[in-house]
Every structure is written in C-alpha cells, then in structure tokens.
C-alpha cells in the first residue's frame, strides 16, 4: 500500500518562499505520477502542481505558474513543491497525492484521477 507523509507546511508571510516535501513508501516511486493539491477552509480541494513519473513532464494551475516548482527525486522517493512569492491565497492544507502507472508524460489535474493521498500538511501565509 502506498504511503504518503508531507512535511514543510509552516506560517509565512506574504512575499516568503517555502518547499514542501512529500516521501512516498510502500510502492516504487518511479512508478507514479505524483501531484499536489490544497484545500483552502470551506473550499474544495484544487490542482497546485503535478509532475508525470519520469519527471520529464510538470504541469501547473494557473495562478501558481511562474510562482512554483514542483520536482521529484526517485531515487530518494520524494516529491518537492517550492511556492515563491506566497500570496494570502496560498493559505490551506496541501495534500501530496499519487496514480499509480500512468502514462510516461501523464500529469492528470483532477483530484478522482490520483488513488493515494497524504495526511496533508498546513501552509498559512498572514502578514
């Protein structure tokens, strides 16, 4: 059974930087597509970042571009997600979430497309 724990989440202030980190275990890592998602208090769970297994392939919402850098290191089975520039509505509960055997260059958006999903870990961004 995959596992996913995330770990990073802290309160920043507008304009900060943080990574976030997301160590998969009980799967091969290169195996999945991997992506996170936050969740904002009263608002569904939306697309942040996804990058296909190989990591040759990412994908980002919108008002992340530019902004954030997902990446992925299987031989260490993490997956990173750095945010520049956090703005106050960055704050939430990021989840890390994995689909197994994917297409190479699949990086879906949808959060019914990924089967596993961390605990979460919590970002706030307050001036």
């Known amino acids: 059974q995959v596992e996913l724990v995330e770990s990073g989440g802290r309160l920043a202030q507008p304009g900060d930087s943080l990574t976030l980190s997301c160590v998969v275990s009980?799967?091969?890592?290169?195996?999945?597509?991997m992506a996170w998602f936050r969740q904002a208090p009263g608002q569904v769970r939306e697309f942040v970042a996804a990058?296909?297994?190989?990591?040759?392939?990412?994908n980002y919402a919108e008002d992340v571009k530019g902004r954030g850098s997902i990446s992925r290191d299987n031989a260490k089975n993490s997956v990173y997600l750095q945010m520049d520039n956090l703005k106050l509505a960055d704050t939430g509960v990021y989840y890390c979430?994995?689909?197994?055997?994917?297409?190479?260059?699949?990086?879906?958006?949808?959060?019914?497309?990924?089967?596993?999903w961390g605990q979460g870990t919590q970002v706030t961004v307050s001036s």
């Open positions: 990058v296909s297994r190989g990591g040759d392939s990412v």
């Open positions: 009980g799967g091969t890592t290169s195996r999945l597509a």
């Open positions: 979430a994995a689909r197994p055997f994917p297409l190479t260059s699949w990086t879906g958006t949808m959060s019914s497309e990924y089967m596993h």
